[in-house]
């Protein structure tokens, strides 16, 4: 059994990962909960984006105000948060999830080719959300 603490206000829950028992788990199992934030920014992503025309989520209208505006930027901003939060970087999801591939997988990885790697997969996450931005303006 694996604990999760509630911060305040629900701002998402904050994970223990010297628990013991998650240290037991598997990698897909760490793998997936770290995921489970970003999965839910995606599913939001989805669910919203079946009420906006195909095609026209990243075009904003004139009308700044309009509640199909606010539906399309509700959904760029989440879709922008589920890929920042993959970055591999130490307190994000996405450095939980590097760190267990890693201990799994590439234990005879130098810390060299650890560090380049994790720096070539946030540029290119940081330009993906960069053309995101770009497309929405």
């Known amino acids: 059994e694996v604990s999760f603490r509630m911060l305040p206000f629900t701002l998402g829950t904050a994970f223990d990962v010297d ?5 037991r788990l598997g990698i897909w199992s760490k793998v997936l909960i ?3 934030g970003s999965l839910c920014n995606g599913f939001l992503v989805l669910a919203t984006s079946f009420s906006i025309e195909s095609g026209s989520i990243f075009k904003p209208l004139d009308n700044h ?5 606010i ?5 760029v901003l989440n879709l922008m948060l589920c890929i920042f939060n993959l970055f591999p970087l130490s307190r994000f999801d996405g450095g ?5 591939i890693v201990a ?3 234990t005879h990885w130098s810390h060299r080719i650890i ?5 070539i997969v946030t540029a290119l996450l940081a330009l993906l959300i960069f053309y995101i ?3 929405w303006i």
């Open 19 to 23: 628990n013991p028992k998650f240290l």
């Open 115 to 119: 560090h380049d790697v994790k720096i």
């Open 34 to 36: 770290f995921l489970s």
């Open 133 to 135: 931005y770009r497309f």
């Open 71 to 75: 539906t399309r930027a509700f959904i």
């Open 96 to 100: 939980h999830i590097f760190n267990a």
């Open 104 to 106: 799994r997988y590439g």
């Open 65 to 69: 105000f309009d509640l199909t505006n």
